[in-house]
């Protein structure tokens, strides 16, 4: 993975840096001005971006920067596992916008410019990855591919303030720094271990990739001898976990070994392995390969089973331990959760959507190790293939699939317009950035999947149709606070929108009010009306679409006599419009 050459500066160069900043500018401004220009500012309908704007609210409304709890989901509260640091960018924004807005126009308007300001910085690591492996031609082939892969990418446009955006710069970062050939490696190296901390201290669901690029520099010095890469990224990785911690949890919970969020745990792993890999970088380098291999081997057994005895219950996904109905019943679902083969829509298109990019990289990345054999290289393909299994298994791991592919396809035609130097091979890599992309393969098929279907009628579709929870909401209004029971997806769009409390939604951290949502839905009306009252529930929010499942499991029970248009004994009805309101009688 030799780099190019950089010749001297010339105006060509000057071009192409002008170009870039023009693609990552594009990449950033084109969708908030689709999305300003429609008037459609704030989250559209996905829960977990509603919950994440309505954490920053609350932080921004004098609640503490460790309590990111929601006290107003669940009988008692839900405590949440999301990252505060998240929100600090949100915030900034919408503090910098709310002297000319009001807080809440503010608030929707930081969400609307958020995600493609993270777009523009993801464009902008490709092109670093393409200038390391392909000087001045590498930055344009990564700033075109980049520009070109996110404009349909959902987790950057407006709206989409999760932290799944936040994952895909951080892994492709840490995966260029380790891979990128340079001689200041352990500037990259210290890089790579800071963004693989952050990423665990954002979302721990990315932990295995971060395994895998905690592995890379570890074996690497172990087979090469080369010091400087290992050192950077074991001390920074240390380092960044412990100040990340400190930064995040509060002390009441500093021995709670949480598996779902950044704890003591993973501190332990990260102190005992990143140090242990600066020590032996330092002290051990002079030692022969077998000799350096088996004090590695060492310390990760020693990290291991230090990880393994202190919480053997995060060797595990955390989701198996859910309850069976809570499994049945809400995780299956949960469309995050489904696997590939059990997700909606059409396989042909959805195929071509989600593994486009990926076969094309894949394809890419062996016939370069075949040219070529390159640590690097390999680490792309562990990390690519990797990520599609992973999104075979949950769909929720797209994004990572499409960042590492992204990155791959960036390293690859950077090295071929590299080594053939010449303007036609360059046009070749920058058009082939264009011709892989999942959408431009999608397209095709998509068009026959439709052309196939059109016209055609489902003889097992139904008339249900989604509910407009916003409506719902409305109609609740923001009186005197209420319990309400709703749908999951309706839980945070009624926490945002009325000062109402709601008894369960879509976070696995609060599985017993979703074991009490399920119970009362699947109860005979007359029982379920009991527990409603015993909770204290005062309003029930009833949509015949999300409510199909307790209808088909459990048709005695309450949701299927509301499907059904029933009356129930202490219920009165006081709205409806697709969506129902009823009052549970005291």
């Known amino acids: 993975m030799g780099r190019a050459s950089l010749s001297a500066w010339t105006w060509q160069d000057g071009a192409v840096w002008a170009a870039?900043?023009?693609?990552?500018?594009?990449?950033?401004?084109?969708?908030?001005?689709?999305?300003?220009?429609?008037?459609?500012?704030?989250?559209?309908?996905?829960?977990?971006?509603?919950?994440?704007?309505?954490?920053?609210?609350?932080?921004?409304?004098?609640?503490?920067?460790?309590?990111?709890?929601?006290?107003?989901?669940?009988?008692?509260?839900?405590?949440?596992?999301?990252?505060?640091?998240?929100?600090?960018?949100?915030?900034?924004?919408?503090?910098?916008?709310?002297?000319?807005?009001?807080?809440?126009?503010?608030?929707?308007?930081?969400?609307?410019?958020?995600?493609?300001?993270?777009g523009g910085v993801f464009v902008a690591v490709l092109a670093a990855a393409g200038r390391s492996f392909g000087g001045t031609v590498g930055l344009l082939v990564g700033a075109v591919g980049g520009a070109v892969i996110i404009t349909q990418l959902t987790v950057f446009i407006p709206g989409r303030i999760d932290h799944h955006n936040w994952q895909m710069i951080l892994l492709a970062l840490a995966a260029t720094a380790l891979v990128a050939p340079t001689g200041r490696a352990h500037v990259l190296g210290a890089v790579a271990g800071a963004a693989v901390a952050l990423s665990i201290a954002i979302g721990t669901e990315t932990l295995v990739f971060c395994a895998v690029l905690c592995a890379y520099p570890a074996i690497d010095w172990a087979w090469t001898g080369a010091p400087k890469r290992a050192a950077g990224f074991g001390a920074a990785l240390a380092a960044a976990m412990v100040v990340l911690f400190f930064v995040s949890i509060p002390p009441a919970r500093y021995g709670l070994a949480d598996c779902d969020q950044i704890s003591v745990i993973h501190v332990l792993a990260a102190v005992v392995g990143g140090g242990g890999l600066f020590?032996?970088?330092?002290?051990?380098?002079?030692?022969?390969?077998?000799?350096?291999?088996?004090?590695?081997?060492?310390?990760?057994?020693?990290?291991?089973?230090?990880?393994?005895?202190?919480?053997?219950?995060?060797?595990?996904?955390?989701?198996?331990?859910?309850?069976?109905?809570?499994?049945?019943?809400?995780?299956?679902?949960?469309?995050?959760?489904?696997?590939?083969?059990?997700?909606?829509?059409?396989?042909?298109?959805?195929?071509?959507?989600?593994?486009?990019?990926?076969?094309?990289?894949?394809?890419?990345?062996?016939?370069?190790?075949?040219?070529?054999?390159?640590?690097?290289?390999?680490?792309?393909?562990?990390?690519?293939?990797?990520?599609?299994?992973?999104?075979?298994?949950?769909?929720?791991?797209?994004?990572?699939?499409?960042?590492?592919?992204?990155?791959?396809?960036?390293v690859v035609l950077s090295r071929f317009a590299a080594r053939e130097r010449?303007?036609?091979?360059?046009?070749?890599?920058?058009?082939?950035?264009?011709?892989?992309?999942?959408?431009?393969?999608?397209?095709?098929?998509?068009?026959?999947?439709l052309s196939a279907e059109d016209g055609e009628t489902d003889e097992t579709d139904t008339a249900l149709e989604p509910c407009d929870y916003d409506r719902a909401a409305a109609e609740l209004g923001g009186g005197q606070p209420l319990f309400v029971m709703a749908p999951f997806n309706a839980g945070p769009t009624i926490l945002m929108d009325t000062p109402h409390r709601v008894l369960a939604s879509n976070y696995h951290r609060g599985a017993e009010d979703i074991a009490r949502h399920i119970d009362i839905a699947t109860s005979p009306p007359d029982q379920a009306v009991t527990k409603l009252q015993r909770f204290g529930v005062e309003r029930v929010v009833h949509c015949a679409y999300h409510a199909a499942i307790y209808a088909e499991r459990a048709p005695d029970g309450l949701h299927a006599a509301l499907s059904h248009g029933e009356p129930v004994a202490g219920l009165t009805l006081l709205w409806e419009d697709g969506a129902r309101i009823y009052a549970v009688e005291r």
């Open 20 to 118: 870039v900043v023009l693609l990552i500018a594009y990449s950033m401004l084109r969708p908030i001005s689709v999305a300003l220009g429609a008037g459609d500012i704030g989250p559209d309908d996905p829960f977990d971006d509603i919950m994440r704007l309505m954490q920053v609210r609350d932080w921004m409304g004098g609640q503490s920067w460790f309590d990111t709890d929601q006290n107003r989901l669940g009988v008692e509260g839900t405590r949440m596992h999301w990252s505060r640091l998240v929100d600090v960018p949100i915030a900034a924004l919408a503090l910098l916008i709310e002297p000319f807005a009001g807080r809440e126009r503010a608030l929707l308007l930081a969400a609307t410019v958020w995600p493609p300001m993270l």
């Open 279 to 410: 020590l032996l970088a330092r002290f051990a380098t002079g030692r022969g390969r077998w000799t350096r291999f088996a004090v590695l081997s060492a310390l990760g057994v020693i990290a291991v089973g230090l990880l393994a005895a202190s919480a053997p219950h995060c060797l595990a996904n955390p989701l198996d331990g859910l309850p069976e109905p809570v499994t049945e019943f809400w995780l299956s679902e949960v469309a995050e959760a489904k696997g590939f083969a059990d997700a909606d829509g059409n396989v042909p298109l959805r195929l071509a959507l989600t593994f486009g990019t990926f076969l094309v990289a894949a394809a890419l990345l062996i016939w370069s190790l075949c040219v070529q054999r390159s640590a690097g290289l390999l680490l792309l393909v562990v990390l690519v293939a990797g990520a599609a299994a992973f999104t075979i298994y949950q769909i929720r791991y797209t994004s990572v699939l499409w960042a590492f592919s992204a990155l791959s396809l960036v």
């Open 422 to 449: 010449t303007r036609a091979a360059a046009a070749l890599a920058v058009l082939a950035a264009f011709i892989v992309h999942p959408m431009q393969l999608a397209f095709p098929v998509g068009m026959l999947v």
